[in-house]
């Protein structure tokens, strides 16, 4: 069974500061991981997926990499902005093709 | 381009009554749907999953079912709700395939059972 952790459950950081959000899983025989974004009260925004032939994604900002070997993925922020400020969730697939294992997320906030 | 639509986006509801949301997608054919739920403080489980019409399947036992009587429409019911049946209810979709895409979701219907 897939176990998907993501450390720390909360950041705090000035705006501008480059940071990096962890996630690990325990199952690595996986073929994508994703990241995704939420907003207080809102729905899941895809932010990346990365295949398991890939070792990083990436777009504008945002940069994800994923070391199947140690059961790892970040995802690194450039230049955050207080825009960023949102929980950020790693999902890996478990079990059957279509089941995603979230972890409980990261909540991060810019402070300007 | 492809669209989600989920509704209500808030709802309370007594203990005992039934449950009724829908969610639709646009602009798309034959997707995979899904309908998961995200408690206070917890990660989001999934719930329900359709590779198509009448195809459904069930990932947890519960007080719930599902529904998907059209191609792009996919409905979570319940007869009677539970206090426990409270949380953040999310529908998604992603393109029929390997299940190896990415995953679209709608924004979501807060339920608050009292």
């Known amino acids: 069974k897939q176990e998907v952790t993501q450390i720390p459950a909360a950041l705090s950081v000035p705006e501008g500061e480059n940071l990096v959000l962890n996630c690990s899983f325990t199952d690595s025989a996986i073929y994508n991981l994703q990241w995704f974004r939420q907003d207080p009260g809102k729905g899941l925004t895809s932010l990346l997926l990365i295949q398991s032939s890939q070792r990083e994604q990436t777009s504008g900002r945002l940069n994800a990499s994923l070391d199947k070997s140690s059961g790892r993925s970040t995802l690194y922020i450039a230049a955050s902005q207080p825009g960023d400020s949102a929980t950020y969730l790693c999902?890996?697939?478990?079990?059957?093709?279509?089941?995603?294992?979230f972890g409980s997320g990261t909540q991060l906030t810019v402070l300007p | 381009s492809q669209t989600i639509h989920q509704w209500p986006a808030t709802l309370v509801q007594p203990v005992g009554s039934p449950l009724s949301l829908e969610c639709t997608v646009e602009?798309?054919?034959?997707?995979?749907l899904y309908w998961y739920r995200q408690a206070a403080g917890r990660g989001l489980q999934l719930l329900f999953y359709?590779?198509?019409?009448?195809?459904i399947s069930s990932e947890v036992p519960q007080n719930l079912s599902a529904s998907r009587p059209q191609d792009r429409q996919f409905i979570l019911s319940s007869k009677k709700l539970l206090l426990s049946d409270s949380g953040f209810y999310l529908c998604?979709?992603?393109?029929?395939?390997?299940?190896?895409?990415?995953?679209?979701f709608g924004s979501g219907t807060q339920l608050s059972v009292l």
């Open positions: 602009g798309t054919s034959n997707p995979n």
């Open positions: 998604a979709w992603s393109v029929l395939g390997t299940g190896r895409e990415k995953l679209f």
């Open positions: 359709s590779i198509g019409i009448d195809q």
């Open positions: 999902a890996a697939p478990s079990g059957s093709a279509r089941q995603l294992t």
